[in-house]
């Protein structure tokens, strides 16, 4: 379990691309402890505000703020914090899955009480350990994609679009991770599926910030 304090504040942040600005007059700021769903219909601009929060894209108005126990940390350093599973972001196919779990886990520590072969159990994708992930259907690379961003021990854990390509079986799977996992983390997903987020704390709905 995650015992770091952290805390995201937004003021009065926009981004837009080129002349149309997909949310602007964002204030608000996420905590430790709680979970936030960041929902809206496709296309309105949840991933993006995902990626301004985690700088990974910048702002193009306003400002992105990080405290982590109180102290301020740069922009530049938030990655080192993160964990996140989105549909942008590739695993390496060329890898075997023991090969992208023991790649994952070279930047980021293991969440107490979780190792390679606990985490490989917890996947649940009997003889997969030394299969290549090119040869994964996309419901296994989705659930390898949950699984390494859950299991990594930061304070800020991301979710875009979690139970897509996911099973009715991947749907239940992803919810016992949640009721593990969570617990003290700072929770951001963006979402349009009641199944991936009604155990949020917050809703925040991106067309409130289109004005
Ligand atoms: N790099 C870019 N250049 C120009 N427009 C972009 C760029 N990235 C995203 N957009 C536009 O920003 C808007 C919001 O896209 P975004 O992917 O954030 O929406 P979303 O709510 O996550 O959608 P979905 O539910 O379909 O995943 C869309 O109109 C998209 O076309």
């Not at 960041?38 to 894209?57: A, D, F, R, W």
């Not at 938030?78 to 695993?91: C, K, T």
Request: proline content about 4%; aromatic content about 12%.
């Amino acid at each position: 379990m995650n015992h770091e304090l952290l805390s995201i504040s937004l003021d009065n942040t926009g981004r837009r691309f080129n002349r149309d600005w997909i949310f602007r007059g964002v204030e608000y700021t996420f905590n430790s402890g709680s979970c936030y769903a960041i929902l809206g219909p496709n296309g309105s601009g949840k991933s993006t505000l995902l990626q301004v929060i985690n700088g990974s894209l910048g702002a193009s108005a306003g400002k992105v703020s990080y405290s982590l126990n109180n102290l301020i940390i740069p922009q530049e350093n938030i990655f080192q914090h993160l964990s996140i599973a989105a549909p942008y972001l590739e695993l390496i196919e060329e890898f075997t899955l023991s090969e992208m779990v023991d790649f994952h886990f070279k930047f980021k520590p293991y969440l107490p009480g979780i190792d390679k072969n606990i985490l490989i159990d917890l996947l649940n994708l009997p003889s997969a350990e030394h299969k290549q992930i090119k040869y994964f259907s996309s419901g296994m690379k989705q659930r390898l994609k949950l699984i390494l961003a859950f299991c990594a021990d930061t304070p800020l854990l991301m979710l875009d679009e979690p139970c897509s390509n996911l099973d009715s079986q991947g749907v239940e799977w992803y919810r016992s991770l949640v009721e593990r996992f969570l617990a003290n983390r700072l929770t951001i997903i963006g979402s349009n599926q009641p199944y991936e987020y009604d155990f949020c704390n917050y809703n925040l709905y991106i067309t409130d910030y289109k004005k």
